[in-house]
């Protein structure tokens, strides 16, 4: 984080979001994003593992947000984010849809308004990049039961290419914001009893050229799963990821049972 204020970059990240869900200004990164089903498609299968009588915390309740598809599930869910337009436009379609077990909050995820032990999950996508992550990660292992895990989908900041890219699209991101690193993993082991993290994508980015040709499905699939090979074998690889999923959980109490 940069030496400004707390206060002046909590403000600048609320009127960024603000202006970005009054108007989509993403479709220029669309073809890139087409590359991540693999990622996404994990995201959505932690989602979907989800107990029906667990409580859900999330953070950055946007589009994409997967409050929705838990609230049809009938999953007791919390959504908040730092964006007031954010969070009418969430709360705008949960009354819509009729689903009454989601309700959303504009609140800083820093310093949450929930009591300790209140979630059995908290989960984000592309939101902890976003956060000052030693007061954001110790506020999500505040917030969670004991043996309570939190999942949370985010991009990586080694790879030179991508960071390339990055440099030549300041316009649709923050000032702010700071891909992951793998030095940031330390900041979640000292908050957790266990981290995980599997990485995606980074020979699968050559398939953003034949994304509308024959084939094109078929090769992103094959260099998927060459990724997945060179991430498991070659530790070093995975620096150049795009995309990293976390999977962290609190440490139950010494002696506590299943359930509690």
């Known amino acids: 984080m940069d030496g400004t204020s707390t206060e002046d970059r909590i403000e600048r990240e609320r009127l960024f979001h603000d202006d970005r869900f009054a108007r989509d200004n993403r479709h220029a990164a669309d073809k890139y994003y087409d590359t991540t089903r693999s990622s996404q498609a994990a995201y959505d299968d932690a989602m979907r593992s989800v107990d029906p009588e667990q409580a859900v915390l999330e953070y950055g309740c946007g589009e994409g947000s997967a409050a929705?598809?838990?609230?049809?599930?009938?999953?007791?869910?919390?959504?908040?984010d730092i964006s007031s337009v954010a969070i009418e436009h969430a709360t705008e379609r949960a009354n819509v849809e009729g689903l009454t077990t989601a309700?959303?909050?504009?609140m800083n995820a820093e310093h949450l308004e929930f009591d300790d032990e209140s979630f059995d999950l908290v989960c984000g996508s592309g939101i902890l990049h976003h956060l000052d992550l030693q007061p954001a990660l110790s506020e999500v292992a505040r917030v969670l039961k004991p043996g309570g895990r939190a999942v949370f989908f985010e991009p990586m900041g080694h790879n030179p290419l991508i960071n390339l890219y990055r440099r030549f699209t300041p316009s649709?991101?923050?000032?702010?914001?700071?891909?992951?690193?793998?030095?940031?993993?330390?900041?979640?082991?000292?908050c957790f009893g266990t981290v995980d993290v599997t990485f995606f994508h980074a020979l699968s980015l050559g398939a953003v050229a034949f994304r509308r040709r024959p084939g094109g499905t078929h090769l992103l699939r094959a260099l998927d799963a060459c990724d997945r090979w060179l991430f498991r074998h070659i530790k070093t690889s995975r620096r150049l990821a795009w995309v990293a999923i976390l999977t962290l959980?609190?440490?139950?109490?010494?002696?506590?049972r299943a359930g509690q």
């Open 103 to 106: 309700r959303f909050a504009v």
């Open 172 to 190: 649709m991101r923050t000032s702010d914001e700071h891909p992951l690193l793998m030095s940031d993993f330390d900041i979640a082991r000292a």
């Open 68 to 80: 929705f598809d838990l609230a049809r599930r009938g999953v007791t869910v919390v959504g908040i």
């Open 249 to 256: 959980e609190k440490t139950r109490r010494v002696g506590a």
